[in-house]
């Protein structure tokens, strides 16, 4: 089993058991009972399983138990010294996919079965597991070709009990600013906003380029270090929420990531509420201030961004809670788990693998960096930091060796920020905007409110 399907493995058991090991108050044992029982009698496409759907209520308990003693870590399978033959002929792969278009309920050892009937296969040739893994691949899973469309239904207003206990999380196309590489043209700016359900505060906001991992990653860990692990993240099924490596991420911090059901974004309504009210109340100032000059650069927007959260949404009376996000999350005593930097940087390090050529050495984003030299010929995996690679930690086996030295390191991080900032030219101050106005705001609430003789303030 590869190191990636391992980790595919781990996360899968992890999302089991999350709505359990994620809660940050206590549950009774009828609770927890009553959801193992639940979670069995549902029906599950396994990674690397290709007959098993169901997961008993004892593995779940087994499953706990690993994730209580040893963490994420130990809910990946035990690493096999046998390896087989995985290899089909197209002759064999192109039979299975017809018989399961045929008819889409057919099993894989129904399947199998056909196909050494009609003498396509040598009988006790074809993996189960394999198949099922290639008709996964085309797209030609059961789950997927059986589906049915959901009929449409009513929806009920949902709000958690307390803050951060869910956060929701979503990209937003915005506005469009100069491009830093071509300045006479323009670049559309992307919003990735991270909203807690149920204060309604935005414990972070960023624009970006673009919409990769990264930025995701970025946003979250900022989100972490200000205001703790929440319980739940709660996201649509775009590429980038479904990933493995967010999956591994959310298994590490212990956050329960579960994605809202494909064509009903109901779910999410909270953070498309603010987004909305973002293209009445925000976007507009901030296309007043570019067309002045007083926005320029992705900083910029950034900047004026912040200000409008702090200064304007946080403490706004909020339409359906009648409070100010603020006020709503300062009456809460709860008090959510946190990590250190150093460790939520670890765990958010991206992890690839690499084959160790025969002078010591791997490639990486361009660059090459020598490593253990007993390590020549061996498949290692690389974690580190995109934007920094200066530090490359080196696993092989389960087994940390000595950090990855660069030979020739070209790219460090993304310069994109410095080269904004330095094409900046002098700007011309119109009349006052929105943002500067939310500043003076700020600044006189943080020099304390002053009182008239009658008791008023001004």
């Known amino acids: 089993m590869t190191p990636g399907l391992r980790e595919q493995v781990a996360a899968f058991r992890y999302s089991l058991i999350a709505p359990v090991v994620s809660r940050q108050t206590p549950q009774s044992p009828g609770e927890i009972g009553a959801y193992l029982r639940e979670t069995s009698a549902m029906e599950y496409v396994i990674p690397g399983s290709n007959t098993q759907t169901r997961v008993s209520v004892r593995t779940l308990e087994r499953y706990l138990a690993l994730y209580r003693r040893g963490g994420y870590d130990a809910l990946m399978p035990k690493v096999r010294n046998d390896k087989g033959n995985t290899r089909l002929s197209e002759n064999v792969l192109g039979r299975a996919a017809q018989l399961r278009r045929e008819r889409p309920e057919r099993s894989v050892e129904q399947i199998i079965l056909l196909v050494e009937a009609e003498g396509v296969a040598q009988p006790g040739t074809v993996a189960a597991s394999t198949l099922a893994r290639h008709l996964r691949q085309a797209g030609l899973s059961r789950k997927k070709l059986l589906i049915t469309p959901q009929n449409k239904g009513t929806f009920r207003r949902f709000e958690v009990e307390d803050v951060h206990v869910l956060w929701q999380a979503d990209f937003k196309h915005a506005l469009y600013l100069p491009d830093p590489e071509k300045p006479n043209k323009k670049k559309q ?35 972490i270090l200000r205001y703790g692990i929440p319980e739940q993240l709660y996201v649509d099924n775009g590429a980038v929420f479904s990933s493995h490596h967010l999956k591994r991420i959310c298994g590490r911090l212990g956050i329960r990531l579960s994605h809202s059901r494909p064509y009903r974004p109901a779910g999410r309504g909270k953070i498309e509420r603010i987004f909305r009210f973002l293209d009445t109340s925000f976007i507009p100032e901030a296309y007043e201030a570019i067309e002045s000059g007083l926005i320029e650069t992705l900083e910029d927007l950034n900047e004026a961004f912040h200000t409008w959260i702090e200064g304007y949404y946080h403490v706004r009376k909020h339409g359906s809670t009648r409070v100010s996000p603020k006020d709503r999350a300062a009456q809460s005593e709860r008090k959510p788990k946190r990590v250190s930097e150093e460790e939520l940087n670890e765990i958010f390090y991206w992890q690839e693998e690499r084959k160790v050529d025969k002078a010591g050495c791997v490639s990486l984003q361009g660059n090459r960096f020598q490593v253990e030299d007993e390590l020549a010929g061996r498949q290692v995996q690389l974690r580190y930091d995109p934007y920094d690679l200066s530090v490359i930690q080196v696993w092989c086996a389960d087994v940390r060796y000595a950090d990855a030295t660069p030979m020739d390191l070209t790219r460090r991080y993304d310069h994109r920020v410095e080269k904004e900032a330095t094409q900046r030219e002098q700007k011309v101050e119109p009349g006052i905007s929105l943002f500067e106005a939310l500043k003076q705001r700020q600044r006189t609430h943080a020099e304390g409110l002053r009182f008239s003789r009658d008791g008023e303030t001004r």
Request: glycine share 6%.
């Open 189 to 223: 700016a992307i919003l990735f906003g991270i909203l807690d359900d149920y204060s309604r505060l935005m414990v972070h906001g960023q624009f970006y380029w673009d919409e990769k991992m990264p930025r995701m990653e970025d946003s979250l860990k900022k989100a």
